[in-house]
């Protein structure tokens, strides 16, 4: 079945950097779009970035994570990166990775946690 | 930015009833308007996308209208599983979600 699981959370401090996974199966990688999006304790969701399909030649960001994170595709790897610098505390969150199918974030992987603190 | 405004924040009802819940968007989105239910420790769930069309495996119960600047989600005869957190999230122009309509008992 179609699957998504996100690694590489955890404690950073202010300004550090983390590099985040989400490794899929169950689909074809190469053939969809996917999107990183993350819910801050207690707060809604908050999509901050996508890369288009087959080479992601296209890549949109949010504001307030432009220039500070990169989103990017491995697609031998069937895996889906985000690399985080300049990490702030309002940068605390569950991350989510999901599939862009028939329209948006179709598919959710169950997110890993970033702590942002000193 | 396309500023998504969902209301009311918290909609308190009965098993059963009939749930209508808002969003509205700051300029037109088309149709690119997504809902999402959200349930405590879970991962969001897409139930509409293209503003009307269910998702795979999402109960007929579910329905959504709109186009433009104005959406809504309906909920006919809410079941016991239906009391979550949804979210709307416009997808015509770097997306943006809704701060959410809480539905509880």
């Known amino acids: 079945q179609v699957q998504l699981v996100e690694s590489g959370g955890g404690l950073v401090k202010p300004g550090g950097s983390l590099r985040l996974s989400c490794e899929v199966s169950?689909?074809?990688?190469?053939?969809?779009?996917m999107s990183w999006i993350r819910q801050a304790p207690g707060k809604g969701l908050e999509w901050i970035s996508y890369?288009?399909?087959?080479?992601?030649?296209?890549?949109h960001y949010a504001d307030s994570v432009k220039g500070r994170f990169t989103i990017s595709r491995d697609n031998a790897k069937n895996s889906l990166y985000l690399q985080m610098n300049s990490l702030r505390a309002e940068d605390t969150a569950v991350y989510f990775c999901?599939?862009?199918?028939?329209?948006?974030?179709?598919?959710w992987g169950k997110g890993t946690t970033v702590t942002v603190s000193s | 930015e396309t500023v998504m405004t969902q209301s009311p924040a918290t909609l308190s009802v009965s098993p059963g009833e009939r749930v209508t819940l808002s969003c509205r968007a700051s300029?037109?989105?088309?149709?690119?308007l997504a809902w999402y239910q959200q349930k405590p420790g879970q991962s969001p769930r897409r139930l509409i996308y293209?503003?009307?069309t269910r998702g795979t495996g999402i109960p007929a119960r579910f329905s959504g209208s709109g186009s433009g600047t104005e959406f809504t989600l309906t909920i006919n005869s809410l079941q016991p599983e239906d009391f979550a957190v949804y979210y709307c999230?416009?997808?015509?122009?770097?997306?943006?979600f809704g701060q959410g309509t809480k539905v509880e008992i």
């Open positions: 999901a599939r862009d199918g028939e329209g948006p974030m179709d598919v």
């Open positions: 169950g689909f074809t990688f190469t053939d969809y779009y």
């Open positions: 890369i288009s399909s087959s080479t992601g030649r296209t890549i």
């Open positions: 300029q037109s989105v088309r149709s690119n």
């Open positions: 293209g503003a009307s």
């Open positions: 999230l416009q997808y015509n122009d770097r997306w943006t």
